[in-house]
């Protein structure tokens, strides 16, 4: 039986613990964290993978630092990058409870915000969703993913290339980048939806069968949990041009700016496929109520066909003395054609009247 996924993530499980405790929320994807420092600028680079946690990850560079962590089932590794770098425990809450909404809050000294990377898994019709977050600082970020899934791999292949833009670029443009990647995705997810949607709509056109509601409803299920992980998105991406100059520069917000728009037109794409899916469900009570009409005029036409000849059958079955018919030879074929005749003369006026 399919697991079912569960939309509250078990955020239960922090009832009744002090405000701030760092306890993973959610289906636990990776054990502990691995954590790579990344630094380049417009003339170097270079990738170390981080054993330990101290105070060294905080020293000061000329270029870009990114602190790349997969994983977050770790809350004393969570805790000491930290203290490092001056975390909120609120927001040390936040990247460890996968259940939060995309959001963006501004702290002293970084600004903190929340994505979700969707996908539907291999093999199956539901989509998984991974919570990405990003601490952006001056000189540094610092991000957060359940998994190493290499949702950043195309943004790693950007920085190592020496000609590439983002090279010349501060943090805040590394940021945009991984938003960027993250949105493009969406269009990917939104072309295997539309894949579906045209997939159920051929079905319930031609032959509906007992599982389509259930896909149906399976499918809008996704689109909710896809405008769940979007909508707010977009309230981020306009805090990031809006407000926090002090983190993002100017030539930035021209890049946020088209990510906005991006991020609007998966969500009028979601919305319409949202419609669709719900014109869907009356399409398929249409088809099942057309089908049930063709059966019962089926079955109309055969009992009316019926009537004249039980009447005959009834007639001719009848124990009277003096029946004519009973001792003539043409008697039992007269009967046939009878029965015959009136069959296809109750077939042909059907059939003039387009009942079948």
Do not use: C
């Not at 089932?73 to 995309?102: C, H, W, Y």
């Not at 995705?185 to 319930?204: P, R, T």
């Not at 018919?325 to 009247?353: D, T």
């Amino acid at each position: 039986m399919k697991k079912k996924r569960r939309i509250t993530k078990n955020t239960s499980i922090k009832a009744g613990m002090k405000p701030g405790a760092l306890v993973h929320v959610g289906v636990p994807v990776r054990e502990g964290i691995r954590i790579s420092l990344i630094k380049y600028s417009q003339e170097d680079y270079s990738e170390e993978a981080v054993e330990t946690v101290d105070e060294s990850l905080a020293q000061p560079y000329s270029g870009v630092k990114w602190i790349k962590a997969e994983g977050i089932n770790a809350p004393e590794v969570i805790e000491k990058l930290g203290e490092v770098f001056g975390i909120n425990p609120f927001v040390q809450e936040d990247i460890m409870n996968t259940g939060s909404r995309p959001k963006l809050d501004e702290y002293e000294g970084y600004i903190f915000l929340v994505a979700k990377q969707l996908a539907f898994e291999e093999g199956e019709s539901q989509l998984s969703s991974e919570q990405i977050s990003i601490l952006l600082g001056k000189g540094f970020i610092i991000s957060f993913s359940e998994s190493e899934s290499g949702v950043f791999d195309p943004v790693m292949r950007r920085v190592k290339g020496a000609k590439s833009l983002i090279r010349g670029m501060g943090p805040d443009y590394l940021a945009y980048a991984m938003i960027d990647t993250i949105v493009d995705n969406y269009f990917g997810l939104l072309e295997d939806i539309e894949d579906k949607v045209d997939a159920l709509e051929e079905e319930l056109i031609i032959r509906p069968r007992k599982t389509t509601l259930k896909d149906i409803y399976e499918l809008k299920k996704e689109l909710m949990l896809l405008r769940k992980s979007v909508w707010p998105l977009r309230e981020v991406i306009n805090g990031l041009q809006i407000g926090n100059q002090e983190f993002i520069e100017k030539g930035t917000e021209l890049f946020l700016r088209d990510v906005y728009d991006h991020i609007v037109q998966v969500i009028d794409t979601a919305q319409l496929f949202v419609d669709i899916i719900t014109g869907m469900l009356d399409t398929y009570l249409s088809s099942i109520n057309n089908r049930m009409s063709e059966i019962m005029k089926v079955l109309t036409i055969f009992s009316a066909i019926f009537i004249p000849i039980t009447f005959l059958a009834g007639v001719y079955g009848m124990n009277f003395a003096y029946m004519p018919e009973l001792n003539q030879r043409w008697a039992y074929p007269a009967f046939w054609v009878i029965v015959l005749a009136a069959i296809s003369s109750m077939l042909i006026v059907f059939k003039k009247r387009n009942w079948f």
